[in-house]
């Protein structure tokens, strides 16, 4: 893993967040918390960009952020705890937070 983009605004309200997915690219890891997990709500724009992100980069948010609002993502999704959060952050040979 390269880089991890770290999103935490809600990608449906902010459009300079949601330009930053155009910069993953197929080595990179996006992790949604907060409310950005929004973007995972099916039929929105946010959704629609996930979709378009190159298919070996990994996407991942946090469980508890996304069993709060009670989303059922359609797009496949790893569900992380904060303990995975950090082992993604030190894996990951750089960080860019998208907040």
Same mark, same amino acid.
């Given at each position: 893993? !390269?880089?991890?983009?770290?999103? &935490? %605004?809600?990608?449906? /309200? +902010?459009?300079?967040? /949601? +330009?930053?997915?155009?910069?993953?690219?197929?080595?990179?890891?996006?992790? /949604?918390?907060?409310?950005?997990?929004?973007?995972? %709500?099916?039929? &929105?724009?946010?959704?629609? @960009?996930?979709? %378009?992100?190159?298919?070996?980069?990994?996407?991942?948010?946090?469980?508890?952020?996304?069993?709060? @609002? %009670?989303?059922?993502?359609?797009?496949?999704? !790893?569900? =992380? +705890?904060?303990?995975?959060?950090? +082992?993604?952050?030190?894996?990951?040979?750089?960080? =860019?937070?998208? !907040?």
């Amino acid at each position: 893993m !390269t880089t991890l983009h770290l999103f &935490s %605004r809600s990608l449906l /309200l +902010d459009a300079g967040a /949601l +330009d930053g997915l155009s910069w993953v690219g197929s080595e990179d890891t996006v992790l /949604l918390t907060g409310a950005a997990v929004e973007a995972l %709500r099916p039929g &929105s724009v946010a959704a629609e @960009r996930l979709a %378009r992100l190159p298919a070996e980069a990994a996407l991942y948010a946090l469980a508890e952020d996304v069993q709060a @609002r %009670r989303l059922h993502p359609e797009r496949a999704v !790893t569900l =992380i +705890d904060y303990p995975t959060f950090v +082992d993604l952050s030190v894996s990951c040979a750089k960080v =860019i937070s998208w !907040t």
